[in-house]
């Protein structure tokens, strides 16, 4: 059974930094891309980060590019989201995503892109 559970969410204030973790089991975290995803209220969910299986690669979205830093621990079976500088319209729902077959490239993540998904963590930062 696929698992995906993030932890690490909170309230934080504009400037500070938090850091994310998903962990995962049941499936082969070896050779699948994870993304991370956030959903603001009222806004679509939004491919935030990548990390792919094989070399490595990661992706970045354009308003975190600098700020957050996406890493992985096949050992352990851990990805994460070092998240810093942390603005007031970074607050949303962060989720992370697992599939075999996606390799993170420039074209960023995509929700129809992943199968199995977490059940999120609530970021807030405050001004």
């Known amino acids: 059974q696929v698992q995906l559970v993030e932890s690490g969410g909170g309230l934080v204030q504009a400037g500070g930094s938090l850091r994310l973790s998903c962990a995962a089991s049941?499936?082969?975290?070896?050779?699948?891309?994870i993304a991370w995803f956030r959903q603001a209220p009222g806004k679509e969910r939004e491919g935030v980060s990548c990390?792919?299986?094989?070399?490595?690669?990661?992706y970045y979205a354009d308003s975190v590019k600098g700020r957050f830093t996406i890493s992985r621990d096949n050992a352990k079976n851990l990805v994460y989201l070092q998240m810093n500088s942390l603005k007031p319209e970074d607050t949303a729902v962060y989720y992370c995503?697992?599939?075999?077959?996606?390799?993170?490239?420039?074209?960023?993540?995509?929700?129809?892109?992943?199968?199995?998904w977490g059940q999120g963590t609530q970021v807030t930062v405050s001004s």
């Open positions: 049941g499936f082969a975290f070896d050779y699948s891309a």
């Open positions: 995503a697992a599939d075999e077959m996606y390799y993170c490239s420039d074209d960023g993540p995509r929700v129809p892109d992943f199968g199995s």
């Open positions: 990390i792919s299986r094989s070399d490595g690669s990661t």
